[in-house]
Every structure is written in C-alpha cells, then in structure tokens.
T-cell receptor, first 113, second 113 residues
Framework: NAGVTQTPKFQVLKTGQSMTLQCAQDMNHEYMSWYRQDPGMGLRLIHYSVGAGITDQGEVPNGYNVSRSTTEDFPLRLLSAAPSQTSVYFCASSYGDAENEQFFGPGTRLTVL | GQQVMQIPQYQHVQEGEDFTTYCNSS?????IQWYKQRPGGHPVFLIQLVKSGEVKKQKRLTFQFGEAKKNSSLHITATQTTDVGTYFC?????????????FGKGTMLLVSP
C-alpha cells in the first residue's frame, strides 16, 4: 500500500494563478481532509469529506475548493492564489470519520509570490 | 469556536530529562489524539484516548485524559535524541453533525545529547 500520496511536493505560484493539489489514498478510507500548517499555528482544517460526493468546510475554507468524486481522490483547488496561502498543505485520511487515526500524506510546500 | 490550547510552545531538554506537554479545552472532548511530527516530516499518529481518566503507556511515553475530558497530557520519561519533533494534540468535539479534529499549536521538543 502506498498510503496517502500528495503531488506535487513543492510548488511556486504567482499571485492570481490557480492550481490543484492532488491527494490520493489506497486504503479505502471514507474520511479525507486537508490541513494547512503555518509556523506557530499548528494544523488548521480547510475542507473535509466523509465519503464520495460529500464535502464540508473546515476552519479556514476561503480561497479553496474541493470535490470528492471517488473514494480514493480528494483534490484541493486554489482558485486565485494569494501570498497568504503560502503554507505547507497536508492531506489526511481515516477509516470511518475524524474520531479514528488520521494517516497523513507527505505534504505539499506551496509558495505564492 | 472550538479551540485546543497546548503548552508549552517549545522546550529544550538535555537527554535523559523528562518532558511534558499539556492540552486544554474549554468544552468537553469526545476523544483526544496525539501526533508526532519530525522536522521536515508529516504528523504521525501516536495514540487515542477516549475514556474519562484514561491513562495509556507506550514505552517511555505516558498519555493521560482528564476526568472531565477537557485536558490531556503527554509525558516522556528520560528523553532521547530520537524524541526530537513537534507533538500535537487533536481534540474531537461532540457535535450533532460531522465531527472534526481541532489541533493544538504543538510543542516543539529539542533534545541535546
């Protein structure tokens, strides 16, 4: 099993550009989520999904879109990148829901100039 | 909003000294999870506490969940250089809808040999 995979590992964008961060898991987990990690801020939830076709907002959803068309994939779209979105992004998945062990991907380091 | 406060933010110890990090919530938690993130890595699940007053041990690590399910602690006995990293607690709050994890800001542990 590959676990949770994320691409790309690193990305540099210019302000206003759009892009999609990819996340995939091969563990047949129902629950998937996206977090951003900024220095001294811990992990903050952006969006989450409890299953294919079901998504909801987390603590910091503005500027991000998600969709969940399959169990395996949960892409995160930045609509119009801003410098405030410079961060490390982690995707996580778990069996059932958030009450269970979260498996994190390796992260994507995004810089917006 | 739902918050989990974690202290200290940072601790530097000599190898062999003990270390403790504390998490506190103003409202009752359904459960609490602990994660470790090595420098440059992703969070890795350590343990989950569910019951009031629960105490769990993993070798030199001792995890406690308070009687009121509002606070938790992680204690490391006789730290080693391999314990270096940031330790996060993540609380699951009771909810009528979908529950999500709220992470503390983490405690960064440095261990000098």
């Amino acid at each position: 099993n590959a676990g949770v995979t994320q691409t790309p590992k690193f990305q540099v964008l210019k302000t206003g550009q759009s892009m999609t961060l990819q996340c995939a898991q091969d563990m047949n987990h129902e629950y998937m989520s996206w977090y951003r990690q900024d220095p001294g801020m811990g992990l903050r939830l952006i969006h989450y999904s409890v299953g294919a076709g079901i998504t909801d907002q987390g603590e910091v959803p503005n500027g991000y879109n998600v969709s969940r068309s399959t169990t395996e994939d949960f892409p995160l779209r930045l609509l119009s990148a801003a410098p405030s979105q410079t961060s490390v992004y982690f995707c996580a998945s778990s069996y059932g829901d958030a009450e269970n062990e979260q498996f994190f991907g390796p992260g994507t380091r995004l810089t917006v100039l | 909003g739902q918050q989990v406060m974690q202290i200290p933010q940072y601790q530097h110890v000599q190898e062999g000294e003990d270390f403790t990090t504390y998490c506190n919530s103003s409202t009752t938690l359904s459960n609490i999870q602990w994660y470790k993130q090595r420098p440059g890595g992703h969070p890795v699940f350590l343990i989950q506490l569910v019951k009031s007053g629960e105490v769990k041990k993993q070798k030199r690590l001792t995890f406690q969940f308070g009687e009121a399910k509002k606070n938790s602690s992680l204690h490391i006995t006789a730290t080693q250089t391999t314990d270096v990293g940031t330790y996060f607690c993540a609380g699951l709050f009771l909810s009528s809808g979908y529950s999500t994890l709220t992470f503390g800001k983490g405690t960064m542990l440095l261990v000098s040999p």
